[in-house]
């Protein structure tokens, strides 16, 4: 259990990110089911990558109140420049410094991939300003949405920064996990898509239901 459920006040309603939106009706949709943040691959590496030009029209698909995160593994600042009239939230996904994330004068968060000697304690003090830290899973030579799980209980009690909980999940599991962990949000990609980048109105729709069943149970 994460010092998120035992420092904080019991939160009203786990947050939840949808991720690697590629096509309009998906944004729409994910909006209509009440996602509060949604996230847009700008790394070329990925299968959900966009480009600046796709990110200019789907993020104006996003109404007030829903966040607009955009997704980097070690970019330059050129290239996070460039999106930056488009995204409310920077979400760094490699080796990024505290320092290189820090610069843009926007709210970033820090995904850190749970190697199994990764000391989350020391990472959350270098991350001092990030507006929280995403978990995700470990696997060597992969920046991450590899749609695997990693061992939940591996979360320390000491955690002070919210803790966004990614890594394979889906409706099935979900759940499972807010009742372990009890994160500020949680962060899914692959578990509500039918194909890459695709995401299926169904799956975000059983997604969403989970937490919601998690949060009153
Ligand atoms: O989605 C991607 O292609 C991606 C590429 C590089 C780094 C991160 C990526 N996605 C993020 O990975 C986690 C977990 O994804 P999944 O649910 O296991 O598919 C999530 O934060 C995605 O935003």
Not at 102 to 117: E, S, T, V, Y
Not at 165 to 188: F, H, K, N, R, S
Request: hydrophobic share 45%.
């Amino acid at each position: 259990m994460s010092l998120n459920a035992t420092s904080m006040p019991r939160l009203a309603r786990t947050r939840v990110k949808f991720c690697g939106f590629t096509r309009s009706q998906d944004v729409t949709d994910a909006v209509a089911l009440g996602a509060d943040a949604l996230g847009f691959v700008m790394w070329p590496g990925s299968k959900r990558a966009i480009d600046v030009s796709t990110l200019a029209s789907l993020a104006t698909l996003v109404p007030a109140f829903v966040t607009r995160v955009g997704l980097f593994v070690n970019p330059t600042p050129e290239e996070v420049q460039a999106c930056l009239p488009w995204l409310d939230l920077l979400q760094f996904h490699g080796d990024e410094s505290p320092e290189f994330c820090a610069q843009f004068g926007r709210a970033w968060i820090k995904a850190l991939r749970m190697r199994d000697d990764i000391d989350l304690s020391a990472a959350q003090q270098d991350y001092a300003g990030a507006n929280a830290l995403l978990l995700d899973a470990w696997r060597p030579g992969v920046p991450g949405g590899t749609g695997e799980t990693f061992d939940w209980s591996r979360i320390p009690d000491d955690l002070v920064k919210p803790v966004i909980l990614a890594g394979g999940l889906d409706a099935e599991i979900v759940g499972q996990a807010i009742t372990a962990v009890a994160p500020y949000a949680v962060d899914v990609s692959g578990g509500i898509e039918v194909s890459a980048g695709c995401k299926g109105v169904e799956h975000m729709q059983a997604f969403m239901a989970a937490v919601r069943a998690a949060d009153h149970g």
